[in-house]
């Protein structure tokens, strides 16, 4: 795993304590000079633009453009099919934490 994904993965986990992460988008596909597509997965999580700035503060002096979804997994299981949502897309990636 390179680098930058394994810090990327340690500061989220150091600062949210999520139950998966996963790395989705072209970077998840292979795609070497892509931005870090990641879906963070924490069960009861209510405010998730709060857990997402947070962990934002902690990858601001990553070397990569990084994007980051904060979801409930209940959530995300009711929407994964539903059109339009990014949500079936990044359930395709690669999983590279799980508690």
Do not use: C
């Amino acid at each position: 795993m390179p680098d930058v994904l394994q810090a990327i993965i340690d500061r989220i986990v150091q600062t949210v304590e999520p139950d998966r992460i996963v790395l989705f988008g072209s970077r998840g596909q292979g795609a070497a000079d892509s931005d870090y597509d990641i879906l963070v997965l924490k069960r009861g999580v209510t405010h998730r633009r709060r857990v997402a700035q947070a962990i934002y503060l902690e990858l601001t002096d990553i070397p990569a453009p990084v994007d980051v979804i904060v979801e409930d997994p209940d959530r995300i299981e009711k929407y994964r099919n539903t059109p339009g949502f990014i949500y079936s897309e990044a359930l395709k990636g690669r999983v590279v934490y799980e508690r």
